[in-house]
């Protein structure tokens, strides 16, 4: 079974960045794609940015294009969330995910991924 764990959340300010990182084991790391999702109070969880497991074609959401980008390191089992110029909107927990072998829906589909980190918090103040 993959194990997730995120970490790298933290208390910023507006305009500020953040690193965040997913460190994987147990399934072989390279063979899956890998997303961000985030969920904020009272909100459902939404898509942040995927990479499919080759690292060739990146997803984002339109609300954080151009700000925030997805890379991954498979020699570590590594994930990671580079953020910048971030919002009060962008305050959330924010969680990594591996996609399942199987799955058939699109990369920036929650449905896609069956494995989930514990998820980090982010909060950014005005």
């Known amino acids: 079974q993959v194990q997730l764990v995120e970490s790298g959340g933290g208390l910023v300010q507006a305009g500020d960045s953040l690193r965040l990182s997913c460190t994987a084991s147990g399934r072989t790391f390279s063979s899956s794609g890998m997303g961000w999702f985030r969920q904020a109070p009272g909100k459902e969880r939404e898509f942040v940015a995927s990479?499919?497991?080759?690292?060739?074609?990146?997803y984002y959401s339109d609300s954080v294009k151009g700000r925030f980008a997805i890379s991954r390191d498979n020699a570590k089992n590594t994930v990671y969330l580079q953020m910048n110029s971030l919002k009060p909107e962008d305050t959330a927990v924010y969680y990594c995910?591996?996609?399942?072998?199987?799955?058939?829906?699109?990369?920036?589909?929650?449905?896609?991924?069956?494995?989930w980190g514990p998820g980090t918090q982010v909060t950014v103040s005005s």
């Open positions: 990479i499919r497991r080759s690292a060739d074609i990146t």
């Open positions: 995910a591996a996609r399942s072998v199987f799955a058939t829906t699109p990369m920036t589909s929650l449905s896609s991924f069956d494995k």
